[in-house]
């Protein structure tokens, strides 16, 4: 059989990275959108309305107080302008006395980062003192003019930016459920490679599985930096105002999210352990997994559904509980420490997932089958 050419190689992996920059510009549409309109819209009010002369603090303070990322949108307007504040009035009161030049600059920013490390430890107010300072010992000197105007230009920028997420806001609660299904999709994905790696005994497909469990920490980080974006959208726009119930909820699964995945991982690690010393498994273990993998699929389907549309909670719950009935100690009896590990994590995973579907940690526990005489948290009847 002919092997594939260089060049077929070379255009696959280009064609893979033109989806992969499409899927990135598709994702960050709308914060493009939102940032330009808003450069716009403070270039406009400070120039036109208040006829300031080139007031370009304000289109910079707009954009940087939006960024791409959707999370901590108001804390980084607040150091913005503290940013500039700090950076404009260090850099008018000692310009204004020592001149322009290179040592000049050097104590500048130096001071003026100082200040502004010292009024808060955020990264962008110090970095913003900074560059400010720059500006004022460079470009615009305050034999110039237009101090004041300058620190007026950055708020008009940072209010405007504000003004945008109120009312050109992204949906407060659809990114992030995406991020959760989509999280929740590789997670089902993992398991179904894990449990065919386990009944075929090969370690193939389980170390497949390792790598796509340990590849979801940016999704996890995304989806949280979008619940913090959601919240403030939810705080700040009167557009949705009524998505502050539905965004707590959504919140409450972040944590359950994560733990989930992370006892994949070792869930995942141990599994491989097991088929490479070819330790003996229970075939119902097996079929654990497999039904864990499924459920997730009903989780998925969960987190992407809209209000009143199904599966819903309940539906999620009813098949997680299905799976934690089966999660008995009889499954590891006379089994190795691999098993027992891969039965724990079956366990402690089945918890993790029945909190996104709902249920209380406590509650979630209590549908486990009791692996003890006298168990802290005693098992429904």
Request: charged fraction near 20%.
């Amino acid at each position: 059989m002919a092997s594939a050419s260089p060049q077929f190689f070379t255009a696959d992996r280009g064609r893979a990275r033109l989806r992969a920059s499409v899927k990135r510009l598709r994702g960050s549409a709308f914060p493009v959108l939102q940032c330009a309109l808003a450069a716009g819209l403070a270039w406009w009010i400070a120039n036109d309305l208040i006829h300031h002369p080139n007031p370009f603090f304000a289109p910079i303070a707009a954009v940087v107080s939006l960024g791409l990322s959707l999370g901590a949108r108001l804390r980084r307007s607040v150091e913005l302008l503290a940013g500039v504040t700090v950076g404009i009035g260090i850099g008018d009161l000692l310009i204004s006395q020592i001149g322009t030049g290179a040592w000049q600059i050097v104590l500048v920013v130096m001071l003026a980062m100082s200040t502004a490390i010292f009024l808060d430890g955020g990264p962008i107010i110090s970095m913003q003192a900074g560059t400010s300072a720059v500006l004022v010992a460079t470009l615009i000197p305050p034999e110039r003019g237009g101090g004041p105007d300058r620190m007026i230009d950055a708020l008009i920028g940072g209010l405007v930016g504000i003004l945008v997420v109120a009312f050109v806001p992204t949906h407060p609660v659809l990114r992030a459920r995406q991020h959760a299904a989509a999280i929740l999709g590789t997670a089902g994905e993992v398991l179904q490679l894990v449990a065919d790696g386990l009944v075929e005994n090969d370690p193939e497909p389980i170390v497949k599985a390792l790598q796509k469990a340990r590849d979801t920490q940016s999704a996890i980080d995304g989806l949280r930096s979008n619940l913090i974006g959601g919240r403030e959208i939810s705080r700040v726009s009167p557009l949705y105002w009524n998505s502050r119930e539905r965004l707590a909820r959504l919140s409450a699964t972040a944590d359950p999210i994560d733990n989930a995945m992370r006892n994949i991982r070792v869930l995942a690690r141990r599994s491989l352990t097991l088929v490479r010393d070819d330790e003996i498994l229970d075939p119902r273990l097996v079929d654990e997994v497999e039904k864990l993998a499924q459920a997730l699929e009903v989780l998925r389907r969960m987190m992407l559904a809209d209000p009143g549309e199904k599966p819903d909670q309940a539906d999620a719950a009813r098949v997680l509980r299905s799976v934690a009935s089966g999660a008995k100690a009889e499954l590891v009896e006379n089994a190795g420490v691999s098993a027992t590990v891969v039965f724990a994590q079956i366990r402690s995973l089945t918890v993790d997932l029945l909190q996104v579907a709902g249920l209380k940690r406590i509650s979630a526990i209590a549908t486990l089958p009791p692996t003890v005489a006298h168990p802290y948290y005693p098992p429904e009847q």
